[in-house]
T-cell receptor, first 121, second 112 residues
Framework: DTGVSQDPRHKITKRGQNVTFRCDPI?????LYWYRQTLGQGPEFLTY????????KSRLLSDRFSAERPKGSFSTLEIQRTEQGDSAMYLC???????????????????FGPGTRLTVL | DQQVKQNSPSLSVQEGRISILNCDYT??????FLWYKKYPAEGPTFLIS?????DKNEDGRFTVFLNKSAKHLSLHIVPSQPGDSAVYFC???????????FGIGTKLQVIP
């Protein structure tokens, strides 16, 4: 399987605990994105990386959230001191920027993983 | 502030007929639009996209139409199949930013 993978698929934690999620993008993709999706809503952008550089962060990403992509391959998203409002599906996506038809369009297509469902009790 | 709006939460269509999913946007800076399909317990799957320099893009059974003056786009699925039953998200971005803004989705049910 060469798609985007995320681990774990489900996480249940108690309020105040720290959690960390992992995303492995499609191997040749240079961009990696994190989104959050709550019930009845569409995915909301959190942050993205080009290679190892974090280039954009949403205001949704409070200082309890931190994301890394240390070697430009997999990424981790950590939430410290979790709150019940953090309960959501956390989605990772990756893309290959600047190649092929996406270069012509001036943009890139994001391919999503299955997500990590977080429940904070 | 919902910049991408999908006003129909659900849609039911008979197998073989046309499914039309609608989307409106408010941000005039958006210049690239995408449709994603999502099955339960899976992440969204890219379906089709359209640049603002075009008004139509077709890929097999799927066609996306863009009306920039009305800030409206639609996804047509012809003919609809039971396997098309899923939640469809409309999404948009502006050229200088990689953030994709999603609508809340429309749940399509194709009845055999």
């Amino acid at each position: 399987d060469t798609g985007v993978s995320q681990d774990p698929r489900h996480k249940i934690t108690k309020r105040g605990q720290n959690v960390t999620f992992r995303c492995d993008p499609i191997s040749e993709h240079n961009r990696l994105y994190w989104y959050r999706q709550t019930l009845g809503q569409g995915p909301e952008f959190l942050t993205y990386f080009q290679n190892e550089a974090q280039l954009e962060k949403s205001r949704l990403l409070s200082d309890r959230f931190s994301a890394e992509r240390p070697k430009g391959s997999f990424s981790t998203l950590e939430i410290q001191r979790t709150e019940q409002g953090d309960s959501a599906m956390y989605l990772c996506a990756s893309s290959l920027y600047g190649v092929g038809r996406d270069r012509e369009a001036g943009t890139d297509t994001q391919y999503f993983g299955p997500g990590t469902r977080l429940t904070v009790l | 502030d919902q910049q991408v709006k999908q006003n129909s939460p659900s849609l039911s269509v008979q197998e073989g007929r046309i499914s039309i999913l609608n989307c409106d946007y408010t941000n005039s800076m958006f210049d690239y639009f995408l449709w994603y399909k999502k099955y339960p317990a899976e992440g969204p799957t890219f379906l089709i996209s359209i640049s603002s320099i075009k008004d139509k893009n077709e890929d097999g059974r799927f066609t996306v139409f863009l009306n920039k003056s009305a800030k409206h786009l639609s996804l047509h699925i012809v003919p609809s199949q039971p396997g098309d039953s899923a939640v469809y998200f409309c999404a948009a971005r502006s050229g200088g930013y990689q953030k994709v803004t999603f609508g809340i989705g429309t749940k399509l049910q194709v009845i055999p």
